[in-house]
T-cell receptor, first 116, second 112 residues
Framework: NAGVTQTPKFQVLKTGQSMTLQCAQD?????MSWYRQDPGMGLRLIHY???????DQGEVPNGYNVSRSTTEDFPLRLLSAAPSQTSVYFC???????????????FGDGTRLSIL | EDQVTQSPEALRLQEGESSSLNCSYT??????LFWYRQDPGKGPEFLFT???AGEEKEKERLKATLTKKESFLHITAPKPEDSATYLC?????????????FGAGTRLAVHP
């Protein structure tokens, strides 16, 4: 049981390049989300999904795109990388069924992204 | 505006020296307060969920408590392996969905 798996672990991009951060979970969780973590700041929600085909914006969505074609996968796309997007990105998942809405989120180990 | 503030930013303890970490919050409609532990290079690992004022949860040397405005994470007789960043998050209903608002964390270092 791997939990939440993120790839790659590290990535360096040039300004203007695009890339996709991968996230997969094997717990059959309906809810999946992407956060970014910057020094001195709390984790901030980028996008989230409550099930396949359903996504919505969090508090810092600009410059990022998501899709959810399966329950297991929730990739995050950077459309045109900017230095301000240098950060550590975490994917998380949790169940969302009746009586489970307050279950804690399970996090992956992150992708460390540098934009030059 | 919903806000979560953790203090201190960093804490250095000697092994066996008990202390407390603070998480204060100003939110409308709290739907749970979560404590996570984060080791360097890793994702946050869930520790506790607290739902109502007066509630307490314990796990080994850690004890979390909740009031109407803040939560404390008490660490009793800490060991070096308790060194980590401890994150607090509150769940609120805002903009049509449940969301987690995280504090910036407290970096704890326990020295032998």
């Amino acid at each position: 049981n791997a939990g939440v798996t993120q790839t790659p672990k590290f990535q360096v991009l040039k300004t203007g390049q695009s890339m996709t951060l991968q996230c997969a979970q094997d717990m059959n969780h309906e809810y999946m989300s992407w956060y970014r973590q910057d020094p001195g700041m709390g984790l901030r929600l980028i996008h989230y999904s409550v099930g396949a085909g359903i996504t919505d914006q969090g508090e810092v969505p600009n410059g990022y795109n998501v899709s959810r074609s399966t329950t297991e996968d929730f990739p995050l796309r950077l459309l045109s990388a900017a230095p301000s997007q240098t950060s550590v990105y975490f994917c998380a998942s949790s169940p969302l069924g009746r009586g489970q809405s307050n279950q804690p989120q399970h996090f992956g180990d992150g992708t460390r992204l540098s934009i030059l | 505006e919903d806000q979560v503030t953790q203090s201190p930013e960093a804490l250095r303890l000697q092994e066996g020296e008990s202390s407390s970490l603070n998480c204060s919050y100003t939110v409308s409609g709290l739907r749970g307060l979560f404590w996570y532990r984060q080791d360097p290079g890793k994702g946050p690992e869930f520790l506790f969920t607290l739902y109502s004022a007066g509630e307490e949860k314990e796990k080994e040397r850690l004890k979390a408590t909740l009031t109407k405005k803040e939560s404390f994470l008490h660490i009793t007789a800490p060991k070096p392996e308790d060194s980590a960043t401890y994150l607090c998050a509150v769940r609120v209903f805002s903009g049509g969905y449940n969301k987690l608002i995280f504090g910036a964390g407290t970096r704890l270092a326990v020295h032998p």
